[in-house]
């Protein structure tokens, strides 16, 4: 009965993860680095902008 489960569960993880491999496009992976980018740069501005007006002088 486990070996039955096992084949079930890697069935449903490997069609489910086949099924979004093949529908990611390029114009999806850009959008995502681009976006990425954007919010690790405001992070960090943010960041900085919060320590400058915390910290002690």
């Known amino acids: ?5 096992l ?3 890697s ?9 979004t491999i093949l529908n990611i496009t390029f114009n999806d992976i ?3 680095v ?3 980018v954007i919010g690790a740069v405001v992070s960090f501005f943010v960041s900085c902008l919060l320590r400058r007006l915390f910290t002690k002088k």
């Open 30 to 32: 850009v959008f995502t």
């Open 7 to 9: 084949q079930l569960r």
């Open 11 to 19: 069935g449903i993880v490997g069609g489910t993860f086949l099924s």
């Open 1 to 5: 009965m486990a070996n039955n489960d």
């Open 34 to 36: 681009v976006m990425a």
